[in-house]
């Protein structure tokens, strides 16, 4: 007994001699370099065709080197300013030898934008003084001022040292109805220019609005679905699932051909005698149409979580329920509905995240009052060109989303994703 | 809920029939604006809306007019008598017919792009051994929950910088990316009730990994890659604003085609196009339906 306790007790070993713990090691990290490798690809595609150019772009949100590469004496010499001094005679040559290049090489028309994108109504002073600046004599200040007044407007300096700063919170705070000045640093935007923020609510109040219609009529449809016999509910079902499948321009088309004041429904209640020829509803065109069309799109996502989620609950839990002398309401409400709701939260999460982002029906159906925040995106993305807002837009919307998206991990998780 | 039991009471007899009412009416309001189309297709006046002639059934309210539009809009001699030079010039002149065949092209290169490489990333995401599991799921399902805009903006900046915006090949990579979710989603779900042991069994009998997969995994997983495949394709015959932001005149699909003639000529092709599709997404459904029930029952095998 006692010489067997001090022999050190043998590794177990494998076939060709190495201790198993090893050999088991390098087993499980073989399979886990097939598995990754397996992923990679995809992976790679993803990022290199995704994530990359998102990123890209969202850095331009708070990164633009339009002003300071197009003008780099006076970056110089706005670097070292105050901001609160007049600008002296060294910066006015700086200015007037900066527009020379520029509007030697055709550039001012983007530098000027970008000033005029922090200081609004100043683009024609840049281009009509870069287009005397060959003539100016010195001393600079003098003649730049004689050429234009505006420029003895310290504010027109104040805007150019914040364009000249490459990195800035500037867009950000636009996208916030604010502005980030020199002197002040954040400072809320005049009354008459904060559309951002109301365009960010009005998308939220949208969105939820969608939401709550989808659940209001998804529920109901869904637990018919998943009450009646399966052979019923199958050929209901292609009701819910044709939609889905159908071209989002289709029913968008179909939208305007029946809520247009010449449409089906106008139509008809002119034909039944609700309202007079002359005065139809303009149902289209405004944020009844984007309503409506939307909630149509939607509803199936929310109908095919939480029928998911219904088809799990045993019948006999509310038989139960009745039998314990419940009235059909209170085993509804206390006993059904609580289980409904992760099917509740599937749902409702998924079509406010994507009610959120929409674009196409808005855009086509939404007039004046129904356009969100993806058609102002889309809009200075493709019309304004001021990119770098679309980005600060674009972030503040990809970060809400995100949380939502993080959320709806955690209370669904993405692997109980499921379509049709 | 199938036959009412002899115990129910009046008040829940009129419940159920007045739920059974209010289910109906959310099936039409789902189903209606599908179907108002196709009759509207068939009007013979420029209107999006039903003339007198049509609610009396008169033949000659009717017409195939907008049908014969999508194949003679932008033609180089629409008049010409019909044969082989008036379908040669069908097919390389109609704006539509272009647009179709954009559309079919780009969907299958973007479908088998996204097939592809989604099948084989599902496979190793459904592994237990795959590290940061959740976290990469989360990044490959992404596309489909990014807003488009951001997306779409977002290539295009990027692409025009590396001369892929405006080319065939760079709408394709992006509804590549919008495709792939779908089939990852769709494979993992056929891949929840694999069996493992079928592997081993396979590996014991001296099958390689290659063999293994061919003869065993490929089979059962089949209708799961056809399904998503099929989600990828329409993901990417349905996709607007990448084609809106990506691609140009060149490059317009039938969604882009629609796009514009909302905005700028309503004329009653589009419906007339819109019915087409209708009857393209029935198509792919019953497809999709009959997968599913080949899927249901070769696990039903399976797992006995």
Known sequence: MADRQTVPPEPITAADGTPLKKKLAQALFRSRVRAASLVLPLFAFIMASFVIPIIALMWQGVYNDTFSSYTPNLTEQLKVWDGINDPDEVMYAALVADLKTASADRTIGRIATRVNQEFPGTRSLFTRTARKAKNLKPPFKDSVIKASKKWDNIEVWRAMKITSQDLTPGFYATALDGRYTVDQGFISQDENRQIYVKLFWRTMMISATVMGLCLLLGYPVAYLLATLPLRTSNLLMIMVLLPFWTSLLVRTTAWIAILQSQGVINDLMVYVGITADDARFSLIYNMTGTIIAMTHILLPFMILPLYSVMKTIPPSYMRAARSLGATPTTAFIKVYMPQTIPGIGAGGLLVFILAIGYYITPALVGGQDGQLISNMIAYHMQKSLNWSLAAALGGILLAGVLLLYWAYDRVVGIDNMKLG | ?304
């Open chain 2, 1 to 304: 809920m199938a036959k009412l039991p002899p115990y129910t009471s009046t008040g829940e007899y009129i419940w159920h029939y007045t739920f059974r009412a209010i289910c109906g009416f959310i099936f039409l309001f789902l189903i209606l604006p599908i179907l108002v189309v196709l009759p509207l297709s068939f009007n013979v006046e420029p209107y999006f809306s039903f003339t007198k002639g049509m609610l009396s059934f008169d033949s000659e309210a009717y017409s195939l007019r907008w049908y014969e539009d999508i194949l003679r809009n932008g033609m180089g001699a629409p008049d010409a008598p019909f044969g082989w030079a008036w379908l040669a010039d069908t097919w390389n002149n109609s704006q539509w017919m272009r647009a179709i065949r954009n559309s079919f092209f780009i969907g299958i290169c973007a479908t088998l792009l996204s097939t592809a490489l989604g099948t084989l990333a599902a496979i190793g995401l459904s592994r237990s051994e795959m590290p940061y599991r959740r976290l990469i799921m989360s990044i490959l399902i992404s596309p489909m929950i990014v807003p488009l805009v951001i997306t779409a903006a977002g290539m295009f900046y990027f692409y025009s910088q590396i001369q892929l915006s405006q080319t065939y090949l760079g709408v394709i990579m992006a509804h590549a990316v919008l495709g792939t979710p779908f089939v990852i989603i769709t494979v993992t779900a056929t891949l929840v009730g694999f069996d493992k042991s079928l592997v081993r069994a396979s590996q014991s009998l001296g099958a390689g990994a290659v063999t293994t997969f061919r003869k065993v995994q490929m089979p059962l997983i089949i209708p799961g890659v056809i399904s998503g495949g099929l989600f990828a394709f329409i993901t990417s015959f349905d996709e607007v604003v990448a084609v809106l932001f990506l691609a140009s005149p060149e490059q317009r699909t039938i969604p882009r085609q629609m796009w514009s003639g909302i905005r700028e000529q309503i004329s009653p092709t589009i419906l007339a196009v819109a019915t087409l599709l209708v009857i393209l997404s029935i198509i792919l459904l019953t497809v999709l339906e009959l997968l599913r029930r080949r899927s249901e029952r070769l696990r039903g095998i399976t797992s006995s």
